[in-house]
């Protein structure tokens, strides 16, 4: 059996072959509004949005691959700033164009915050800010799925969460990194990933799974194994290079699940 130290040893030999923070985004590419579910899709991707966009700047600190995390850091901020007015130009309520108002008047002043140069005062004031914009987001989601006629509006939001989460709990491993390791970040940290364990064995029973989708999941499983063993170590010994790319692939199978569940509400089942 493997020690501790040679299991470590050959999960970052591994990592030096994925390609860091590519394939996340390839899929991210923009949809027109031909559905609610595409609406939520987006509005739920507004959430992961807020937690990457810390992720991203605590790695910068960290100096986790700077070059690209910067990348990924504006990435996000434009993306963000791009759909929250898509959403505004789709929302079909008032409740939601209301909420959307909120997500907007703290979404303004964190824009600012998150595209300056990255410091440690500007970390804690982003971080606590982020939570806020999160929370505003999540609001939004709610009101469109609330708003769909039956349960794949419902995947499409909890398959959107775990995209979230596995950049939350992510951005909480490079916060503890950083030194910032108070009460408050380890239980949100064990919160986020309980949640993203029971969202995930939701999703592999939904009755509307197609055989791509199932197969997807179990990748995604695969690969949160791995994600999980390594940030639930808690002797010190923080490897924030291997959690940044399992994130990464987290992200992506995710984000194609989610893609895949608004394209049969949307009747595109060749998605």
């Not at 303004?108 to 971080?127: M, N, Q, T, W, Y």
């Not at 919160?191 to 997807?216: C, D, G």
Request: glycine share 4%; proline share 3%; charged share 20%.
């Amino acid at each position: 059996m493997m020690n501790k130290y040679s299991r470590w040893v050959a999960l970052l030999a591994l990592c030096t072959l994925m390609p860091f923070g590519e394939s996340a985004w390839a899929t991210l590419d923009a949809q027109p509004f031909s559905s609610l579910s595409v609406a939520i899709d987006k509005a739920g991707r507004q959430r992961m949005l807020t937690q990457r966009i810390i992720k991203a700047y605590s790695q910068e600190l960290l100096e986790v691959e700077p070059q690209q995390s910067q990348q990924q850091r504006e990435q996000a901020i434009a993306l963000l700033d791009q759909q929250l007015d898509e959403l505004k130009q789709f929302a079909p309520t008032d409740k939601v164009r209301n909420a959307l108002g909120v997500v907007d008047a703290l979404w303004i002043p964190f824009k600012k915050r998150a595209s300056s140069k990255v410091s440690r005062a500007g970390l804690e004031s982003l971080s606590t800010s982020s939570d806020e914009v999160l929370a505003a987001s999540h609001r939004v989601v709610l009101l469109l799925e609330d708003l769909s006629t039956n349960n794949l509006g419902h995947l499409v939001n909890i398959a959107g969460r775990q995209r979230m989460l596995s950049q939350r709990i992510a951005k909480l491993y490079m916060l503890r990194s950083l030194g910032i390791s108070d009460d408050a970040v380890v239980m949100a940290l064990d919160k986020a990933s309980s949640e993203f364990r029971t969202a995930l064995h939701e999703l592999e029973t939904a009755h509307e799974n197609t055989p791509q989708i199932s197969a997807e999941l179990a990748d995604v499983k695969r690969n949160w194994s791995v994600f999980e063993s390594s940030f639930r170590l808690r002797d010190g010994n923080y490897t924030p290079f291997l959690i940044a790319r399992y994130s990464e692939r987290v992200l992506s199978g995710m984000n194609k699940i989610t893609g895949m569940y608004a394209a049969i509400n949307s009747g595109n089942t060749a998605y």
